[in-house]
């Protein structure tokens, strides 16, 4: 069974920064990627950060140097570095696991959520 446990979110003042972590118990599912989306109220989930199949990350463009995301597998853990934040960042992060090779959802965590005041 696939269990992914957010935590580290909060609110943060417009440019400060947070870290996210992810423990994840899906490692050795090779069919999944692992990486992060979020989802604010009244938007559609937005892909952030994703740890492809062949082992490169891929970020989406309004993250794009700002996002970091990193893994520890001897800990099972999947880490996002969030620098520069601004308040559309705000949005509820979800530790996702998805199919490689056609991108569906899998497994998700119950989320964390992230608030940026200007």
Do not use: H
């Not at 992810?22 to 950060?49: D, H, L, M, N, T």
């Not at 970020?59 to 308040?87: E, I």
């Amino acid at each position: 069974q696939v269990q992914l446990v957010e935590s580290g979110g909060g609110s943060v003042q417009a440019g400060g920064s947070l870290r996210l972590s992810c423990a994840a118990s899906y490692y050795g599912y090779s069919r999944y990627c692992i990486g992060w989306f979020r989802q604010a109220p009244g938007k559609e989930r937005e892909g952030v950060a994703v740890i492809k199949s062949d082992g490169s990350t891929g970020y989406a463009d309004s993250v794009k140097g700002r996002f970091t995301l990193s893994q520890d597998s001897a800990k099972n853990t999947l880490y996002l570095q969030m620098n520069s934040l601004k308040p559309e960042d705000s949005a509820r992060y979800y530790c996702a696991a998805q199919d490689c090779a056609s991108g569906q959802l899998g497994y998700r965590g119950q989320g964390t959520q992230v608030t940026v005041t200007s």
